[in-house]
């Protein structure tokens, strides 16, 4: 299994980011997927998740109607676009399959957000 996150980076509160994650080693147009996130001295939480059609998905509720999550099957990748961004947005964030959990345990390297004026 390879899971490799893109996309991050510095953006002032109330910015845009769009996350991408290829995915690999497994039959990924099956398999639901997920977003997660870890600020310093946090725990890993679920952001977000998406059925293996995409036609389900749930948000946890800091993010609810600010962050999308979507994928594309032919290209084996799941993204989040990330809206209306606040400062306590910042984190690692990490892409795993399945839905509201993480199904493996080997993790990418995940990509930084920074949300800061």
């Known amino acids: 299994v390879q899971l490799v996150e893109s996309g991050g980076g510095l953006v002032q509160p109330g910015g845009s980011l769009r996350l991408s994650c290829a995915a690999s080693?497994?039959?990924?147009?099956?398999?639901?997927m997920s977003w997660f996130r870890q600020a310093p001295g946090n725990e890993r939480e679920l952001v977000a998740s998406?059925?293996?059609?995409?036609?389900?998905?749930n948000y946890t509720a800091p993010v609810k109607g600010r962050f999308t999550i979507s994928r594309d099957n032919a290209k084996n990748t799941v993204y989040l676009q990330m809206n209306s961004l606040k400062p306590e947005d910042t984190a690692v964030y990490y892409c795993?399959?399945?839905?509201?959990?993480?199904?493996?345990?080997?993790w990418g390297q995940g990509t930084q957000v920074t949300v800061s004026s």
């Open positions: 795993n399959a399945g839905y509201l959990r993480a199904r493996y345990p080997d």
């Open positions: 080693g497994f039959t990924f147009s099956t398999s639901s």
């Open positions: 998406i059925s293996s059609g995409g036609g389900l998905t």
